[in-house]
């Protein structure tokens, strides 16, 4: 069942409330990002440091702006950096990222093997989720991450990311569906967070994982057979 169980069983929900990013007293605006059809990844890395399209900006310590292996043939997305991405500037190092950690392990492939990166590149207010207007401005970041990337299977975690990049509404009833973004393979599953709230959910994520690890010729029985790290 469950192959990226966390080491206690009794770790609380994530926090919302700590490190909470001070809300902007400025009017939040919203512009364009221009032409990023001519950046590489160290190019686009450097735009977004220095990105203020949207009000996102005025609460952030660092963006967030993904990271592993640039040709990885498996890339993972989430909705946005928390409060541990912040202070960081990496994606997914707190709870969620180690149980993310445990997926990608379970799934035989380590984290450098992949690429990881989020719908918005700084991190919302208390952790809320990103506006519409809000992910709409940074998406083309994202867009032109993958079109470098060029990963043959995109696994999105949670609703935002199924919203915001496919227009698809509702992870419950779509997860574990393969979905298609300009012709890569999309698997849509529950964001590692929902999991830690809802441990019974893991069950299905893992019918999700296994799903993807079929395209990539991997068999599933060998990490059933493998105790998990602890």
């Not at 700590?18 to 190019?43: C, K, M, R, Y």
């Not at 590692?192 to 010729?217: I, T």
Request: with cysteine.
């Amino acid at each position: 069942l469950a192959r990226f169980n966390t080491p206690s069983k009794n770790m609380p929900p994530p926090s919302s409330s700590s490190s909470a990013n001070t809300i902007p007293t400025q009017p939040v605006t919203f512009s364009q990002i221009g032409d990023l059809s001519g950046l590489d990844l160290t190019e686009l890395q450097a735009k977004v440091s220095n990105c203020k399209a949207c009000g996102l900006c005025q609460g952030r310590t660092n963006t967030v702006f993904g990271e592993g292996n640039p040709h990885a043939d498996l890339m993972f997305i989430g909705e946005g950096p928390g409060a541990d991405e912040d202070i960081q500037g990496r994606p997914f190092v707190g709870k969620a990222g180690q149980l993310l950690d445990k997926m990608i392990g379970a799934m035989q492939f380590s984290r450098e093997e992949v690429y990881i990166a989020n719908i918005v590149k700084c991190r919302p207010p208390r952790n809320r989720t990103p506006e519409p207007e809000e992910a709409e401005t940074c998406l083309p970041y994202l867009k032109r991450q993958i079109e470098l990337i060029q990963p043959v299977c995109i696994v999105t975690l949670g609703a935002t990311p199924l919203r915001d990049l496919l227009g698809v509404t509702g992870i419950i009833r779509n997860r574990g569906k393969w979905l298609d973004y300009q012709g890569i393979a999309v698997m849509p599953t529950f964001h590692p967070s929902y999991l830690l709230r809802l441990e019974n959910a893991k069950r299905e994520a893992w019918q999700d994982l296994q799903q993807v690890m079929k395209r990539f010729d991997k068999d599933p029985s060998q990490t059933r057979r493998q105790r998990p790290q602890r």
